[in-house]
T-cell receptor, first 109, second 115 residues
């Protein structure tokens, strides 16, 4: 039931772009994205509720392809503050929640 | 106020001890969650309370016992834990369960070490 993310890890220089993918073997009705910095709690980034929906704020956006059971997170012009582990998350039954496998993102100067 | 608080921040306990973790939120949320997170792994759902009733119990060993005294408080009682239970325990809350449409707000976690 756990979504699979790719890549597992990525290192970027400041200003570079990155894409993180999230795939599920089960139907997706919604996708959540969270970022967790080392030693801290996960912080909500955004939720996508409809197939084809795209959302974003600042330079972080996401898309949701319900048919392909996939979501992607786009980070543009990365900043040092973007470093952390990114998790997608899904609720396949309406009352459970599964985090994805996680993607470690490191932004270097 | 979007804050979820957890106490204590750190806990060290022996395998014969009994201890409790506490979580509190004042956002009027009606769903509360306990997660367990091992190093370099995603959080794993343990328990979900909805309207103060246990909704989900993800086959967690009985040495973990949740309690929801009221809509703002969530406890996790620990007894006879094993060293492999050492982990970060995260509490979260959301407005309701409502089919995965609600944002979860996480507390800072309790770092538990079992000796």
């Amino acid at each position: 039931q756990q979504p699979v993310q790719s890549p597992q890890a990525v290192i970027l220089r400041e200003g570079e772009d990155a894409v993180i993918n999230c795939s599920s073997s089960k139907a997706l009705y919604s996708v959540h994205w969270y970022r967790q910095k080392h030693g801290e709690a996960p912080v909500f980034l955004m939720i996508l509720l409809k197939g084809g929906e795209q959302k974003g704020h600042d330079k972080i956006s996401a898309s949701f392809n319900e048919k392909k059971q996939q979501s992607s997170l786009y980070l543009t012009a990365s900043q040092l503050s973007y470093s952390g582990t990114y998790f997608c998350g899904t609720d396949p039954t309406g009352n459970q929640f599964y985090f994805g496998t996680g993607t470690s993102l490191t932004v270097i100067p | 106020d979007t804050e979820v608080t957890q106490t204590p921040k750190h806990l060290v306990m022996g395998m014969t001890n009994k201890k409790s973790l506490k979580c509190e939120q004042h956002m009027g949320h009606r769903a509360m969650y306990w997660y367990k997170q091992k190093a370099k792994k995603p959080p794993e759902l343990m328990f979900v309370y909805s309207y103060e009733k246990l909704s989900i119990n993800e086959s967690v060993p009985s040495r973990f016992s949740p309690e929801c005294p009221n809509s703002s408080l969530l406890n996790l009682h620990l007894h006879a834990l094993q060293p492999e239970d050492s982990a970060l325990y995260l509490c979260a809350s959301s407005q309701s369960l409502a089919g995965g449409r609600n944002t979860q707000y996480f507390g800072p976690g309790t770092r538990l070490t079992v000796l």
